[in-house]
């Protein structure tokens, strides 16, 4: 026991003089909420709040037809008068000083009247960030309506059926709601956890065993009196520490940053305080074991630094594939879901973060799984530090 | 007192150690002399529980070092082959860490870290980060480290290997001095000069096989040859043919 307290003592605070791996075990657990909440809040306040805003439109020649901007403005458009020769127009739209122009020529009044088919230019930037694109779209659909309703009157007024113009019509349905867009991103968040848990200890596991042995240290650490098991474990439990470090740095941060997020509109309450945080914590206790014993294991297979970090790069996949393929087929949580490891923590996250209660029977798998597959992963370590070949 | 009883050590094919017997007594400094790849290497790791012989036995005071590995540990110091050191802690921080791990408490090992520190002279430098150390302020830590839980038996992996003179001839006062308080010294070299200043005991030691044990003057005597360097000479380049 002494000897693993040791180990582990002088394994932190090695590392915590290594200002490298510090940021590199932090960055992400601080940032990624950050970034994350900065994401969700922009989407949301994007897609929604301004769809009952009124549209802008900037129209050129509209006393040309009074009609049609009447028709306008009933269907919530401000008409803001201009008048630009042609080109100008185009490029004020191209450096963006109108977002939406809308071009009215003065032979509108006489074509209208004599029935002949007219072009209106609706001038907008389609490469251009923020609404244009969706005001553009409800521009050019009150227009359209604007030239159905006047095309049926007509026909009418010819004893024609209106409805003999429309065999056939689309009936648009979309599903997608902000609260469905927003949800998507929120279920993102589980997996950068994973991550975050993994970076956490992603350069002690390196330095303590294939660093170990780069600097020729290893060997006189070997010879001293302490057992294998217990020199494994405490380094083993320095890569837990750094990797439970990142992760209370990420909740802490997130349960911080995530009011931020207009869920409200979006008819979500979304509460995330001390205590889902203290409940994210425990769940993921037994995962961060586990990635710290992985994390040793596969470094200390290694015969070098260099190797050692590519197989923990390659490694970082593993934790997160299988949440990737849940995800796309979108399974339940259900009890068989709980023993993989990785998988049943975002799991488990997910549905603390969306206020679901817990079922016992499934958290008490998952700690259970992930701590047996820790445990083995702990004993494969200690079982190569006892042989010969790991000192290279 | 170490005693290696007819050890030999395979890697794969490779025969590094081949039937290698001999004796490390107290109070005495034992050599182990051989070419750069002759298995001194090898003959020590054995002998600090690192790896295990294919064949034969070693003790250290008795304990054997494949079965009692942490009894034989507790009772060795070691210094590896160019061993490293942690140069993110201090020189003193790096010996404390070995104390520890020696389970000695902390009032012991401050006290015996201030003595190593005043012995080897390492007041200017044991509270700096060894990052930027020179090679001999590196193997001055690294011996330190060995010693810190006052172990009965030494073990000098080529110790002199890349320090300068001046820094040699401190090491080497060093060592007789530890020698002087009775303690088992064994040290292993490729030069025949350093050897014939420090050494009471002489193994050669070439091929992963002991070719002369004894003193210097008996080396003399069965070579035939007057001077160190020819006689070491004339036992290693023997076995070539």
């Known amino acids: ?392 | 007192m170490i005693r290696v009883d007819q050890i030999s050590k395979q890697f794969g094919k490779v025969t590094a150690v081949r039937d290698v017997s001999f004796e490390a007594a107290d109070g005495q400094i034992t050599a182990l002399l051989g070419p750069n790849g002759a298995g001194k290497s090898t003959t020590f790791r054995i002998l600090s529980t690192v790896i295990a012989p294919s064949a034969g036995a070693a003790t250290v005071d008795g304990m054997n070092v494949q079965s009692q590995p942490l009894q034989a540990r507790e009772t060795i110091g070691v210094l590896p082959h160019n061993a490293g050191i942690y140069s993110r802690l201090t020189g003193r921080e790096n010996v404390r860490y070995f104390g520890r791990l020696h389970g000695l408490n902390e009032a012991t090992i401050n006290e015996r870290l201030d003595q190593l520190i005043e012995r080897l002279d390492m007041q200017s430098f044991a509270d700096r980060k060894t990052a930027g150390f020179s090679q001999g302020q590196r193997v001055k830590v690294a011996l330190a480290r060995a010693l810190i839980h006052d172990p009965r038996n030494l073990i000098l992996d080529e110790p002199t290997n890349g320090l300068d003179v001046m820094a040699t001839r401190g090491l080497r006062d060093i060592i007789k001095d530890l020698r002087n308080e009775g303690r088992c010294i064994l040290f292993s070299s490729h030069i025949m000069q350093e050897v014939a200043n420090l050494c009471d005991e002489l193994v050669i030691i070439d091929s992963g096989q002991v070719q002369f044990r004894g003193t210097l003057d008996s080396l003399r005597t069965r070579t035939q040859e007057d001077d160190l360097e020819d006689a070491f000479m004339s036992l290693v380049s023997s076995t070539d043919e």
Not at chain 1, 292 to 305: D, P, W
Not at chain 1, 312 to 326: D, N, Q, R, S, Y
Request: aromatic content about 8%.
């Open chain 1, 1 to 392: 026991m002494n000897g693993f307290l040791t180990v582990l003592r002088k394994e932190c605070l090695d590392n915590v003089r290594d200002r490298r791996s510090i940021i590199s075990s932090l960055t992400l657990a601080l940032l990624g909420p950050v970034f994350f909440v900065g994401l969700m809040a922009f989407v949301l306040n994007t897609t929604l709040g301004k769809s009952d805003a009124p549209l802008e439109l900037t129209v050129m020649g509209s006393e040309n037809a009074p009609g049609l901007i009447d028709y306008l403005e009933r269907e919530n458009t401000i008409i803001n008068e201009a008048s630009f020769d042609d080109a100008a127009a185009a490029d004020a739209v191209r450096d963006g000083t109108e977002a939406l122009i809308l071009v009215i020529p003065e032979s509108f009044g006489e074509q209208f009247a004599s029935g002949k088919p007219l072009a209106l230019p609706l001038i907008y930037d389609s490469s251009s960030f923020g609404p244009t694109r969706r005001n553009y779209g409800r521009a050019r659909d009150i227009i359209r309506r604007y030239a159905a309703t006047i095309g049926q009157l007509r026909l009418s007024v010819r004893g024609v059926a209106p409805s003999i113009t429309q065999p056939l019509r689309v009936q648009e349905v979309d599903v997608s709601s902000p609260a469905a867009r927003a949800l998507q991103l929120l279920s993102s968040l589980p997996y950068l956890l994973i991550v975050v848990v993994f970076m956490g200890g992603f350069y002690l596991a390196l330095d303590t065993t294939a660093g170990e042995r780069d600097n020729h240290s290893l060997e006189p650490l070997l010879i001293q009196p302490i057992s294998r098991a217990s020199l494994v474990l405490g380094k083993l439990a320095s890569t837990a520490t750094f990797g439970a470090l990142a992760l209370i740095a990420f909740l802490v941060m997130l349960a911080v940053s995530l009011p931020l997020v207009p869920f409200h509109k979006v008819g979500m309450s979304l509460s995330f305080g001390p205590l889902q945080g203290a409940q994210a914590f425990f769940v993921c206790l037994p995962l961060v074991f586990m990635a710290a014993a992985l994390l040793t294991l596969a470094a200390s297979y290694a015969k070098s630094y260099k190797e050692a970090q590519t197989y923990l790069g390659l490694l970082l996949i593993v934790p997160t594939a299988p949440i990737l393929i849940t995800q796309f087929m979108d399974f339940e949580p259900s009890a068989w879901l709980m023993l993989i490891p990785s998988q049943s923590q975002a799991s488990l996250v997910s549905q603390i973060l969306i206020g679901e209660s817990l079922e016992p029977l499934h958290v008490l798998l998952s700690v259970a799984a992930t701590l047996l597959i820790g445990m083995l992963f702990s004993l494969m370590a200690i079982r190569l530090y006892s042989t010969e070949r790991i000192l290279g």
